[in-house]
Structures are given as structure tokens and as C-alpha cells.
């Protein structure tokens, strides 16, 4: 029943051929994901230091526009924080019953806690981040 010789050599090709080639695709796009980043960065702060050193209004509204994109980036995160928060329980949650259906002897079920527990403390931990970033 199982592979003989340039059967299993074959397979083996193909699937070592298929992971070189995914991870090659993955490493590629995080380069250029990372490269992008860098210069919406590199254009952004030339921006700023251009705003910042004319005479007036615009060092004021350069100094403006970063307080409101640092106050962004803060109020993302949280949210990011609370929804996993928010998913993790729930599968925690999804877990406990799944387990309590499939073994009924045993308390197994509560192993569900772990996840719900970790979830829970997520999107606690939001209210954290709100309270050390204000």
C-alpha cells in the first residue's frame, strides 16, 4: 500500500520543491513589506523636519500631526488587544464545550480555562496599555 522507489522519490521532490518555494515567497514578501515601511518612513520624517523648520504655523501643526498619529497608533493598539482578547476567550470557551462533549468521565473540559484565562487577561491587559500610554 505505501510508495515504492520513483513513486516516493517523486513525492519527495515535489513537496521539497513546494516548501522551498513557499518559504522563498514568504521571505520575499517580508523584505519588501519591510522595505516599503522603511521608505513611507524615510518620507514621512522628511516631511515633518521640512514642516518643522519653516517659520510659523507649520512647526506647530508638524508637532500636531505627530501627537495625533502617536494618539492613532495607541488607540489601534488597544483595540488589536481587545479583540484578540475577545477571540481568545471565546475559543477558550469553545474548547470547554467541545471537550465536555467528547469526554464525559473525565473534568478535561476544564483545561478550556487556560485559553478562556489568557483571553481574559488580553483584554485586560488592553486597559493597561490605555492607562500607561495617556
Do not use: C, H
Amino acid at each position: 500500500m505505501g510508495f515504492e522507489g520513483t513513486e516516493a522519490t517523486g513525492l519527495f521532490l515535489f513537496l521539497a520543491v513546494g516548501a522551498v518555494a513557499l518559504f522563498s515567497m514568504i521571505s520575499i514578501a517580508t523584505w519588501s513589506e519591510a522595505r516599503r515601511k522603511e521608505r513611507e518612513s524615510y518620507y514621512k520624517n522628511d516631511m515633518l523636519k521640512k514642516l518643522a523648520d519653516t517659520p510659523g504655523p507649520g512647526a506647530t501643526s508638524a508637532l500636531e500631526l505627530m501627537r495625533e498619529e502617536a494618539r492613532l497608533g495607541a488607540l489601534q493598539k488597544r483595540q488589536g488587544l481587545r479583540i484578540g482578547g475577545l477571540v481568545v476567550a471565546a475559543i477558550g470557551i469553545g474548547v470547554m464545550i467541545l471537550l465536555k462533549a467528547l469526554v464525559k468521565d473525565a473534568p478535561v473540559y476544564l483545561s478550556g480555562l487556560l485559553v478562556l484565562l489568557i483571553g481574559v487577561a488580553l483584554y485586560g491587559g488592553s486597559y493597561l496599555v490605555t492607562t500607561a500610554t495617556e
